[in-house]
Structures are given as C-alpha cells and as structure tokens.
C-alpha cells in the first residue's frame, strides 16, 4: 500500500492501492440509471464563466441542487427502496435523516406507494420537515426524537428490529452507492472533453464512492478528489488511519457532510478510487455561498458549495484543464443567513470581537468612537453595563473592518489609550459564551 502525506496542505492525503470487497459493478449502476429515469432529473452541466476566468480552467458545475428535491440524494433513495421485494415493501421501511436524505426517501415512498417511518431530530427546522411531509404526503410518518442525528438512529434502528422493517441507509448500503454513482454516468456523457479533475462533497461517502467508481472504469486519467470540511474530517481521518474510524467530535455546521464515521463500504471504495482526500475551512465554505448567490444566482446549502470552496487550493494544477464541481444540494435555510455572513466576515480577517475597557468617565465612548475607530471602521455588536463602583467597565464590542490590514493598528491604538481588554477571535470558549 502506498500512502504520504500530500503536499497541496496539511489536510490533503494521497491514496494508493488499497483492497475492499465491494465494488459497485457497471452494469448495476447503468441499471440504476434505468431505475431513475423520470424519476430523478438529469440535472445539467453548466460552464461557469465566473470560475473558468479566475482559475484560467474550464470549470464545469453538475447542478444536483436542481434535482426535484434539491439534492443528488433522491438517486440512492429511489434506487435502494425500488429494488426492494413484494414482502420487504408490505413491511414498510425505515430512515433517520435530518435533511436531503429524508426528503429522498419520502418522495420514492410516494412514488412507489410504500409506508416509510423517518426519523429525525427534534431540532429539526420546520421547513426542513414541511418538505419532508409534503414529498411524502399520506406515505411518509415522521417521528422527531433526541437531539441529535445520532439520537435518530438509534431510535431507527430500534424500530426496524422491533418491526422487522427495512432500514435505508443514507449511505453504506450498495444500492444507495448505485444510485449515487449515476451521477458520474451522466458527467461523462454529458462532457465534450475528456475531464481531468472531478472534486466531489464527501459526507459519509456515498456519492464519492459511487462516482469515483464510474471514473475509475469509464475515465481512469481523471482525478477524483474528494472535499470535507475541516471540522469533520470523518473520511480523511480514516485513510489517514488505514481503519474506519469514527470522530467523537465534529462541527456539525456543514450539515449535510458532517458525519462522525463514513460508511464501511464507502471507506473501502475511497480509499481505493479516491486521488485525494482535502478539507476546506467552514468560513471559506460560507463565502462561497455568498459568492455563488451573489455572482452566480445560485442558492446553495453548505455541502453543496464545498467542491467551490476548494478550488483556490489547486489553482496551480487545475489551470487550462477540464474541471467539474458537483454542486450537491441546495436545501439552505435562510434563517441562517447571517450566521452564514458572520462566519463569511470572520474567515475572511474582517469581523474581529474584543473586551473593551471604557473608563468610568464622561466622554469615554466618545472618545473611542473618535480616537480609536478607523474611519471606516464599523460596530456591529454592542454590550456594555455600567459599574460607578469600578475604575473601567467592560463592554463586548464587535467591529467589522473593511480591511484585514486595519487590525494591528486599531488594537495598537487601543493599548496606546488603555481601552484593551482581551481579543475574542482567538479564544473560541469564550466567544461562544459571550457573543
């Protein structure tokens, strides 16, 4: 086995010759394409003029977000539960998902007339589980449990062995991984040149797995790359570790790439067709949401923009090749918007948090707001409570910059006139307490 640590970023692993027992076979994938049509849509191919003139690239998007419910994920669901048996259909089946997968598997419940039970999280957003109820209508039961996705299927799996129902798993089942690998099928039919690089969202590894198979017998010079966001390691840890390994803590931000432990079979496919394993900061992922609506009109959710994100990290390689990012999803719910800009602004070196210490006089806050401040300087957060008792009071104070470049001199200026009190952007425990 062949295995280093690769030289684009700490984060980046190259994968060598690694063995797995299931391989998802060509016929069946092109029988599952069979199986979707006019189910899924084949979703389109779209140069994107934007990307193609900052790479100097030919940069190709493979538009899931545009699939009937806004994710690739209605592929594997349909495939899996429609090969299902007369027997295995009466018993009904069961999911836990907090999002795409859900929804996916309550439109092919629908379609197919078959009870499913889907468990999700309690804290599931309301239009979250409004798609899932109107996909599904009269065929779709949802049950909110616990508090976590862990919570869900754990409740799942307790149901499935009560009822001897049948379990559909987002993404270590091989029907599942079939009907994700389609999407590499309709790439490669769909492209006019040869593609050299492929770079694909990685969650618990089903649309990896399947699509770099379809390249690896289709189109074996291209390089498939799979993307992770940096607090969920889940795919790259393992390869790193030569074993499955499951992560006992993640930022869940990315939602539908956030996993604690991949699939067994996906693992084992990756490992083995995977060029390489890279992760993306989630604050770089949130500016690339904002880019894409803003430049692109394109509304995605965090995983979908994940293949986006990573492309500054390859920007020497990918000049003047063939580049294709498959968007995955575009369930966003807009409530979380402005966490979305914050993140943007903080990744970005312009959002910047501190402790101030306002003397207990008159004019103090005048004075920083004159004195200190930069002339395009902006407040943003405010919170301050006065104490007569005290010689300084202190207030959280958040300032928006409209350079990076400002930072040293605003908190020198700072020191100079005794208004500094602590830096919060490097403390995370107690900025998460305090803003």
Known sequence: MHFETGLLNPNTFILGDLKTTFFPDLEQIREAAKTLEGVAALTPLMPSLNYSRKFDANVMLKREDLQQVRSYKIRGAFNKINSLSDEERAKGIVCA???????????????????????????????????????GGEYAKIVLTGDTFDDAYKASKIECDALGK??????????????????????IEQSKEEIDYVFVPVGGG????????????????????????EGAPSMSTSIFNKENTTLSLIEKFVDGAAVQRVGDRTFAICKEYLE?????????VCQTILDLYNKEAI??????????????????????????CIVSGSNNDITRTAEIKE???????????FIIRFPQRA??????????????????????????????GP??????????????????????RNFFGEYLNDKPDLFEFLI
């Open 299 to 324: 509304v995605v959710e965090p995983a979908g923009a994940l293949t986006l994100s990573v492309l500054d990290q390859f920007a020497d390689e990918i000049k003047g090749k063939n580049v294709v």
């Open 276 to 284: 390489k394993m890279v992760t993306v900061p989630e604050g770089k």
């Open 206 to 229: 089903g649309l990896a797995s399947g699509l770099s198979t379809v390249f690896h017998l289709l189109s074996p010079n291209t390089k498939v790359i799979g993307v992770e966001p």
């Open 343 to 353: 993140r943007a602004l903080l990744y970005r070196g312009l959002k910047h948090y």
């Open 395 to 416: 207030a959280v104070v958040g300032i928006e910059l409209k350079d990076r470049k400002d930072l040293d001199p605003l908190i020198a200026r700072m020191k100079s």
């Open 166 to 187: 049948i379990f559909v798993h987002p993404f270590d089942d091989e029907k599942i991984i079939e009907g994700q690998a389609t999407v590499g099928l309709e790439i």
């Open 97 to 135: 998902s907090a999002g795409n997968h859900a929804q996916g598997v309550a439109f092919a419940c629908a379609k197919l007339k078959i009870n499913g039970t889907i468990f999700m999280p309690s804290p599931t957003p309301k239009q979250k589980i409004e798609q899932v109820e109107m996909f």
């Open 363 to 392: 004019g103090a806050l005048r004075e920083f707001l004159n004195e200190i401040l930069g002339p395009e300087d902006d407040i943003t957060f405010f919170e301050y409570k006065k104490k007569t008792s005290r010689e300084d």
